[in-house]
């Protein structure tokens, strides 16, 4: 069973192109009460061993986009709290 989680405060982090590189400037906003879970089977293209690649859980169906983050160990324990 994978592990998810909840945002518990709105999150921004920096975004990066399809190739993996730092676009300046520019940020995602991870919002609060959004569904997070991990995903351990996909190549972290961001971050390194230090990261957590966590898929978003929509609430509804009718969501169609699909969103990943890469986030540090560090972030997950402050910004997420995992649910039961």
């Known amino acids: ?3 998810k989680y ?3 405060q709105d999150l921004y982090i920096e975004r ?3 190739d993996g ?3 300046e400037n520019k940020y995602f906003r991870v919002p609060k009460d ?3 879970e ?3 089977e996909s190549i972290k293209l961001i971050g390194s061993n230090d990261c957590i690649h966590l898929d978003r859980v929509w ?3 009718k969501a169609k986009t699909w969103q990943w983050i890469e986030v540090t160990k560090e972030t997950l324990l402050e910004y997420f709290a ?3």
């Open 6 to 8: 909840i945002c518990t």
């Open 16 to 18: 990066y192109d399809a």
């Open 59 to 61: 609430k509804t169906k």
């Open 21 to 23: 590189f730092l676009i």
């Open 82 to 84: 995992q649910l039961k």
């Open 34 to 36: 959004s569904i997070w």
């Open 38 to 40: 991990e995903d351990t």
């Open 1 to 3: 069973m994978k592990n």
